[in-house]
């Protein structure tokens, strides 16, 4: 029942955003991000030494990532999620943060919700909604999505938005197609309405069909991770385009009034095809995979607070956002910093 009231409370908050703002523009900001890494790093060469067989010159050509981060002795999803979000609480009021969305793939908790745990564990305040979404490389804009909406209702006024996976546990070191690429890694949002800024619209995009693409599969009773790397990334180049497009649309905006372009870090050779179909120049790009790697709904982010910090993303900036992956799946938004 709780989960029925749940879906019924976004869907007419979604709606009544519609209703009351044909462009979608919600007055509200990410006000601070913090992250943490697997405490691992794992390199090509490292993986070389076990699969000697492997080209490491050609696999860092193809996916652009040197090394990355996996689970530590005595890490796990629960362990980065805690980590990240204490750090972040400790320049952030907590007494005032009235909901927790959580998204992962790999939660640490299916039942209770990892959310509800995690309120427990960090000791916020018990007059809050929290739970999980279920969401990969579109997560993060899902999670801004239904922050917003609830914002915007002044249901909420702050939101910490956790977004964490751990694939690696699921990826066996010979596995050459997905170890070169998945990090594990967590990062933790505020999204707040204050300051001048806004998030949205929002664009979204599901094809189910395609899910066995990118899967975890069976194998002798153990999970593993399978993805058919030609397909899904024929799928993003089909699709992101369309979204992109359909989202500046939805914005009344042309693609030159956008100022940064922050793409989920799936691979080098999907971010340098789309940033080229695109006509992304140079210095409005966005790319951090080299020794990163794909950290799959944490990736975007963990960019965010990265182009903060180098002095990409300033205030007053149109920002596109866009996820895209697992699912499959495809969703986009404008942020106004």
Same mark, same amino acid.
């Given at each position: 029942?709780?989960?029925?009231?749940?879906?019924l409370y976004?869907?007419?908050?979604i709606?009544n955003?519609?209703l009351?703002?044909?462009?979608?523009?919600i007055?509200l900001q990410i006000t !601070?991000?913090?992250?943490v890494?697997?405490?691992k790093k794992?390199?090509?060469?490292?993986?070389g030494k076990?699969n000697?067989d492997?080209h490491?010159?050609?696999?860092?050509d193809?996916?652009?990532?040197?090394s990355?981060?996996t689970?530590?002795d005595?890490?796990?999803?629960k362990s980065l999620?805690i980590?990240?979000?204490?750090?972040l609480?400790?320049?952030?009021?907590?007494?005032?943060?009235?909901?927790?969305?959580?998204?992962s793939q790999s939660?640490?908790?299916r039942?209770?919700?990892?959310?509800?745990?995690?309120?427990?564990?960090?000791?916020?305040?018990?007059?809050?909604m929290a739970?999980?979404?279920?969401?990969?490389?579109s997560?993060f804009?899902?999670?801004l999505?239904v922050?917003?909406?609830?914002i915007?209702?002044?249901?909420l006024?702050?939101?910490l938005?956790?977004?964490?996976d751990?694939?690696?546990?699921?990826?066996?070191?010979?596995?050459?197609t997905n170890?070169?690429?998945f990090s !594990?890694?967590?990062?933790?949002?505020?999204?707040?309405?204050t300051?001048?800024?806004?998030i949205?619209?929002?664009i979204?995009?599901?094809?189910?069909?395609?899910?066995?693409?990118l899967?975890l599969? !069976?194998?002798?009773?153990k999970?593993?991770?399978f993805?058919?790397?030609?397909?899904v990334?024929?799928?993003?180049?089909r699709?992101?385009?369309?979204?992109?497009?359909?989202?500046?649309?939805?914005?009344?905006?042309?693609?030159e009034?956008?100022?940064?372009?922050?793409?989920h870090?799936?691979s080098?050779?999907i971010?340098r095809?789309?940033?080229?179909k695109?006509?992304?120049? !140079?210095?409005?790009?966005?790319?951090n995979?080299?020794n990163?790697?794909?950290?799959v709904s944490?990736t975007?982010?963990i960019?965010?607070?990265q182009?903060?910090e180098?002095?990409?993303?300033?205030?007053?900036?149109?920002?596109m956002?866009?996820?895209?992956?697992v699912g499959?799946?495809?969703?986009g938004?404008?942020?106004?910093?």
């Open positions: 029942m709780i989960n029925y009231i749940l879906c976004i869907v007419v908050n709606f955003i519609a009351k703002n044909h462009k979608g523009i007055v !601070d991000i913090e992250y890494l697997g405490k794992e390199s090509l060469e490292d993986l076990i000697p492997w490491i010159k050609k696999l860092k193809k996916t652009g990532i040197h990355r981060h689970l530590g005595k890490e796990n999803e999620v980590e990240a979000s204490s750090k609480l400790e320049r952030v009021n907590s007494e005032n943060i009235d909901g927790i969305i959580h998204v939660p640490f908790s039942l209770p919700t990892s959310a509800c745990l995690i309120q427990d564990i960090l000791n916020l305040p018990k007059n809050m739970f999980d979404l279920i969401q990969g490389c997560g804009v899902y999670g999505s922050a917003s909406s609830m915007y209702q002044q249901s006024k702050k939101v938005v956790i977004c964490a751990t694939y690696t546990q699921y990826i066996p070191k010979n596995d050459r170890r070169p690429i !594990d890694g967590a990062a933790a949002a505020i999204i707040e309405s300051g001048d800024g806004s949205g619209p929002f979204f995009f599901t094809d189910g069909s395609g899910g066995h693409l899967a599969e !069976d194998n002798n009773g999970k593993q991770l993805m058919d790397g030609k397909k990334f024929k799928f993003s180049l699709e992101v385009p369309k979204a992109f497009n359909d989202l500046l649309n939805k914005a009344h905006l042309k693609q009034d956008i100022d940064l372009f922050i793409f870090q799936a080098a050779v971010l095809q789309l940033k080229s695109l006509n992304i120049p !140079d210095e409005k790009w966005f790319q995979i080299k990163m790697g794909n950290t944490a975007i982010p960019a965010i607070k182009a903060k180098s002095g990409l993303y300033k205030p007053k900036m149109n920002i956002l866009m996820g895209f992956g499959l799946s495809v969703a938004c404008i942020v106004r910093s």
